[in-house]
């Protein structure tokens, strides 16, 4: 009983901390000076 | 450097430990299978208080030593804090709709103290954004950062204090209220989130230092441009 609510809490749960390290290390990598 | 890489490490294995254990626990006797959003939900919004708590506590050593080291963690700290209300708010949504019947109360004194929690703590964010130069940003975050934590304690006892839709805490100091096996997943859960805070934490420390050698390369670039800019010698246009 409940396993699709549990699963979209899970989901949005992970997917949420994903997208935040996602978007730190791409404004780590926008910081960074470019290499040749 | 090696901290950062174990604690990716730990995180990696910490994962999938945590989904683990949170499928492995009994089902509740009212709610059913519902009860598995409590190991997502309850860790984050411990999680948040926590990295409230480090903010206060920075703010205050940055007020007394002013060094920025304590400023960018209290900074970081919110962030990661941010993210995980905002995850404890979505899941109590998702929870609340079909145990409660509705994803929002109004009048339910946990739920608008963690939404009012949420809105300080993003104000937080813009007054950083809004300072000029490091000093006057790092000094006002603080003085905000160390009045803000009040809130922690209020959303907490906020269950107890009014009576209202939101249950009381499951696990408080005289013991839970729970299954043995239920508080086991809720530990372990609370074990994995603590690893990624602290992951993240770290992550966004090592953005702040980036940020803060970009400003002052920019503040530098920008006094010697104005250095070696020609005079204006036109005279000004008056409206």
């Known amino acids: 009983m409940g396993e699709g609510w549990v699963v979209f809490a899970y989901l949005v749960t992970y997917g949420a901390i994903t997208a935040y390290a996602v978007s730190l290390f791409m404004r780590k990598r926008r910081l960074l000076p470019r290499r040749r | ?239």
């Open chain 2, 1 to 239: 450097m090696n901290l950062r890489r174990l604690l990716v490490g730990l995180s990696v294995l910490a994962v999938p430990a945590g989904l683990a254990v949170a499928i492995a626990s009994p089902p509740d006797r009212v709610q059913g299978g519902f009860v598995r959003i409590m190991y997502v939900h309850v860790p984050s919004a411990w999680l948040a208080f926590l990295a409230f708590g480090v903010t206060s506590l920075a703010s205050i050593i940055w007020l007394v030593r002013r060094t920025p080291r304590w400023d960018r963690l209290a900074a970081s700290s919110v962030e990661v804090g941010v993210l995980f209300t905002g995850i404890a708010l979505l899941t109590g949504m998702i929870w609340g709709r079909p145990v409660w019947g509705v994803w929002w109360d109004w009048l339910d004194a946990r739920l608008m103290s963690t939404a009012i929690m949420f809105f300080v703590y993003l104000g937080y964010l813009a007054l950083r954004r809004a300072s000029p130069g490091p000093e006057e940003r790092a000094r006002r975050s603080a003085a905000l950062g160390v009045v803000a934590f009040i809130q922690v304690p209020i959303v907490y006892f906020s269950v107890n204090l009014f009576r209202t839709l939101h249950q009381t805490q499951s696990i408080r100091p005289g013991g839970a209220t729970m299954d043995e096996a239920m508080v086991v997943a809720l530990l372990v859960n609370l074990g994995v989130f603590t690893v990624l805070y602290l992951t993240l934490l770290l992550w966004r420390i090592d953005l702040a230092r980036l940020e803060e050698r970009a400003e002052a390369e920019t503040a530098a670039g920008a006094v010697a441009g104005s250095a070696v800019a020609p005079p204006n010698l036109e005279e000004p246009v008056h409206g």
